[in-house]
Every structure is written in C-alpha cells, then in structure tokens.
DNA sequence: TGTTAAACGAGACGGTACGTCCTGTCTTCTA
DNA sequence: TAGAAGACAGGACGTACCGTCTCGTTTAACA
C-alpha cells in the first residue's frame, strides 16, 4: 500500500530539542505563575525559541497547554488493604497529595477555569487524569462489593462522579461551618448509606 | 450621635448615570461576546464614558464584572405541588431555564472560569444565585420530610449541594454514555435512596 | 457719573490670598521643573486651591504665567563710571548675574521657547525685561556721545538689538571654537568699530 | 579584516517603507497643524504603522521630528552677480523664501521654541540649515573683499551671526516704529559701516 | 557530494488593550 | 457668588502581547 509506511516529508525534520524546551517550559511557567502568565511571547523568550517554532505545532495557548499535560507522567497506586474504607482513605490522601503541591494546585484551577471555554482541554484531563482513578475507584468498589460490604447493585463510577463533582463544588464555594475534610467525608456517607455498609 | 447621619463627601459626587450605563454596558457585552469580550476600553467606548470613571469605580475586570452581576434582579420561585418529586422536577426546570438563555451560560462558564483566580467573585455567585436556591430546596424537603415522604434525618443542604456539585462536575465532563438530564436524575435517586421514598 | 467709581459687584469677592498662592506656585513650579511642568492641575494641587480657581483667572496656561513672571519685581541699575566700556561691562555683568540662577534660565527659556507660538508673552517679557535694559543702555551711549567717546549717529537701540539678537543666538547654536563672553566681546567690538571709540 | 563588513543583525530587517511612511507623516503633520500636533499616536494612526514601530526607532517626540528634519533635501544656491550688495540681497530673499512657506515657518518656531530645551534638536538644525548659509555668506563676503568693495578684515561668519541674531530677534519681538526688512537692512548697514563700502 | 526544502533563532510588523496622566468642563457643598 | 473639592468625557502616553512576516542559518534526506 501507498501510505503503510509514513514517508519522511522533505526538509529539516522538527527539532525534538525544541519539542522539549517548549513543553518545559510551559510546565514550568504553569507552575510558578499560573495559567496566565503562559505566553507565546512568555514561553519562546524563556525556551530559547523562536515564536514562529511555537506556532508551527500548536495554534492556540490551549493547544499547547493541553500537550504539556499530557505530557507529565502519571501513576495511580491502587490501595488493596481488605477494607473498603481504608481503600478509599488512601485514594482520597493520594489525590489530595498530588494536588496541594504547586503544581496541581495550579492545574486544578486552570481545569475549572477553562473547562466551558475550552471543552477540548478538559477532555485530556478526563482522559489522562480523572478516568484512571475513576476506575481505580470502580475497582475497589467491586472489590467491597465481593467482601460484601456494599450491595451488588451500586454503581461504582457514579459514586465517584457524585464524589469528585461535590469535591468542585467545595473548591468553588468553601464549606463555612466545617472543614474541608469533614464535609467530604459527609457526602461519602450519605452516598454509601443506603448501601448496606 | 456623630455619625448618624452620613456625611456626604466634599466635591462632585459620583454619576448615578454613569454608575448604570458602565453595569448596563458590562453585562450586554458579558451576554453578547462573553467574558473575554470585556475590556475597560470597550465599556468605556460603548458606555460613552471615559475610562478614568471606571477605573475610579473598579480596579480590575472581575471587580467590575461581579458588580454588575450584583445588579442583576434574582427572584426565586417556590414551588409547592404536594410531591417531592414534582417540585424538584419544577426547581431543577427553573434553574436550567436560567441557565440556557446566552446570559446565563456566560455567567455560568465565568463563574467557573474564575471561582479558582477570584474567589470573592464566586462568592458574590454564591450569595446571589446559590443560597437562595439552596434554601428553596431545603424548604422543599422540609415539606416532604413533613409529608413523610422521606427520612427526618436527611440534610437537604448536602443533597443540595452534592447535586450541584454532580451537575458542575458534568458540565465540565459531559456523560458520554446517556443524556444530561438522565445523568442527573441517576444521581439524584442515589441521593435520595437510604431515604425511603 | 454711574461707573466713576468701579461698583463693588454682587458676591463674595476673589480671593486675595488664592492669587498669590497661585502666581508664587506658578513662578516655584518654573523655577524648580520648567515651563513643561506647570499645568493647571499641578499648580491647583500645589497651592492648594481648586482648578476652577485658577481657570477663572486664566484662561491659558500661557496667561498664568505671563502673569506670574509680571508679578516679579525688577530692578535695573543705571551704571555711570564715566567710561562707556566700564559702563558697558556692569551691564552686561548684571545681565548676566539675572540669567545664571535657576529662575533665570528657565525664563530665558521659557521665552525663547514661546516666543512664536505666544506673541503676547514675549511682549510682556520685552517691557517688563528688555526695554528698560534698551533704555538704560541708550542713556550709557548718549552719556559716550556727550563725553565724545562714540560718534553721534550711532543708533544706541539697534546697538543694543543686535547685541541681544547675538546672544540669543549663540544660546541657541553656542560658539564652539571660543568662549560665550569672548565671542560676545568680538561682536561688540565689531559693532562700535566704525563708532570711532 | 575582522569588521570591515557590517554584518547583518539577525532577525527581520526594519522597513524601509515604515521609515519612509513615519517620516514624510511627521513632516506633513508639522507643516499642516504644527509641532504641538505631532504625538506618535497620531504619526502612528496616519501612517499606517503600529505605535511600536515608530518607539523602535526614536524614543521621543523630538528625536523623530529632528530625523524628520534631517531627512529633508536642502540646496543653498549661490548667487554671483560681481556686486555685494545684489549678492546678499539674493542671499536673504532666498532664505525669506524658504521661510515663507507653511512648512518653514513651521520649522523655525520649532527650532526657537525647543532650541533651550532640546540642545541637541538646534545641532541638527544648525549643521542642516544655517552653517551651510553661513559658509555661503562668507563666500560672497570674500569675493567682495577680493573685489575690494569691503575691507579684508572683516569676519563674514561672525556679520553672519550678528544678521541671524538679530532676526531672530526681530522675530520674537517685532519692530514697532518700521517694517521687518527696513529693519535688518539697517542693522545690515551698521554692521558693514566701518568696512569702507 | 551537492542540492533542496523545510525548520530554526531572531526580531520587526500592524494592532489592541493596558493603566496613568492631564485637559477643560461640570456639579456639589461651604463660606 | 467665589471657593475647594473632585467627578466627568476625552485623548495621548509608553508598555506588553498578539499573530504574522521576513531575514540569514542549520539540518537532513534525496539525487
């Protein structure tokens, strides 16, 4: 067949150097500064590129966001202590880790804050980082469910969806009379209270 | 007493005129072209006012943009059919009917925007748009609790907000495998199982 | 007759002390920053009076200061040693000892600088400055004339004219192969050659 | 040798068509409504060049206009008739001339009114305007010293100065009792009297 | 072993918006 | 009715990025 193999385009190929630096930096400038201070102008001076190199592989600041994250690694740990609770306790700690550095704070928030204008953007943080403990959770679930602890008939994934969309919530609207923690762990409960616990 | 009376300031006082036509102008421009559209240029220039008067009034965008969401009339309709289910049926309608017309999309994807960069932003949200509604669902509750039909000990405000939360959430993750609305719905008879409907 | 005597009008009269706050706040701000920086704002914020105040009275930033260097008093000395070259060097020397302090230099300037664009002001500098040093150098000639030192057709005022029009002149396009006075001295000397001194 | 060539900078070379385009504007906006009217806003807008392109080049107001000036063509004619007086004659008719038009006038104000604050601006003016003429001057007056009319130790630059002076005189404080011209002629003839016409 | 064609860094281009300052006018309260 | 205080519409300032463009210079695959 004609196109099988990718047959190399002519000219200089795309410097993977400058792939890199890009990526990099953006990362870089997300961390210490924020979503709003990524620039094209910002991330060429910084990179040592120029702007047209930027702009040859991504055409919108989102664009080149959404790549740098989905170029960071992740690793989902999946807690199997025996015990539903002290699962979920782990699950909920790491989460919570990976979002109090500097880093994850800065990633949550331009998650939220971009989420509706660019619908794109939260798809590969779907993809790449809520999916992967969306099923994690499933997981134990189905584990507990086997243990008996919960019924049969409840559905692991919506649990989680109702548990991460109140966690939004609280980042949006603080809870005032209690802590953080204290109303998470609330909602959990009544989610899981008609399951025979 | 001294201060009684307040005083009134020595010089001009502040453009009441002004004061509507920057709010007006700032919200016609949040419906029509969204919050990146906002610039104190444009208010200004489609305003007829100069610049100095809105910086006079506000030191940043989102300053000028929870103002003017401030100004905006909120009324709350409570209904009360005699079923639970009806009238959460009839809230969630009313809410999403605020929440399709282009001004109320714009606000809903600001808020979510900036509820992370701004937060006294998403508290003005809250007070003007959440709480209310909030205390109409509790009321409802109340209602059915009375009705018995559902438990005492359920606590509406956690429902509350654990069902904005799962709708927050799939704003930001649309369900892929059924509609919105069903999604919901799902959540909601979750919610309100241990409950003895 | 009706307006012999100048009728009190209605109202509170100016006020004596915002005049001279403003002229001395004008003659201050030009002697310190120059002409560029007076303008009404800043002189109403320095002397502590409303902008109004001063717009009543001037009507141009130019007005305002031809007033306030008019309110300056001047003093011309009226040398007589006898000698017309001796006489002539005082001149010259007190001249000069009104240009080199700071408020003389940024008069000068200021002069020069407006003399296109504002006619009335240069005006207003030539009887209250140049005049009276014309006067006071004709009568040195008329003395030089009486005591036979210059010839009696020698016109004193164009004298003095071309001396200031070369002044003025190597203030703007300074000699660069001798000094200021030296050159000074040879247009002098060229000028009262024919005079048989 | 190493920087015998200019090597070329890198990065896109500036414009020759901008330079153009923000000079020829300047110069029109200064023989159209004058120094006071020229601000890089309004350059900017009628040339149809971006603000930064012009701050690229000058970084203020009077840098440009003084490239501006720099970039006109003058020629000083030189007249030769075999008689002084019709020479210089010539010579001020043709620098009246070139004084007459919106544009000269234009220049000489600017020239006087910046001369004191923008040194640098009357240096331009001065090697682009007046030593050429002075040289000119001085040629005449040398041709009339070889044709004996005046006597061979008279200065021409330094006559020349003393005519400019005291133009410059007359024009910031106009001559009451005769014309302008009547004016300078007799300054003229006081200056040359003692050389034996 | 050259040729060639695209990518590279650098940086200038026409623009838009920023936040500050000043202008000349106005509107209020106080004296 | 003058005065101080200060708000008003307007407009220029100088800066920062935008997204596009034009340079001279690599860099590798193809001829």
Known sequence: MSNEQAKNPPGRPRSEKADQAILQTTLALLAEAGYAAISFEAVAARAGVGKTTIYRRYSSKEELVADALESVRQEISLPDTGHLWRDIELLIESASASTTNSFGRQLVALIVSTASTHPHFAQVYWNKYMQPRQQ????????????QEIGADIDGALVFDLLSGIML???????TTESWSAYVRRALELLLRGSGR
Not at 136 to 147: M, N
Not at 169 to 175: C, E, H, I, N, S
């Open 169 to 175: 919530y609280a980042l949006m609207f603080p809870p």
């Open 136 to 147: 994690a959770f499933s997981v134990i679930l189905e584990r507990a469910k086997a243990r």
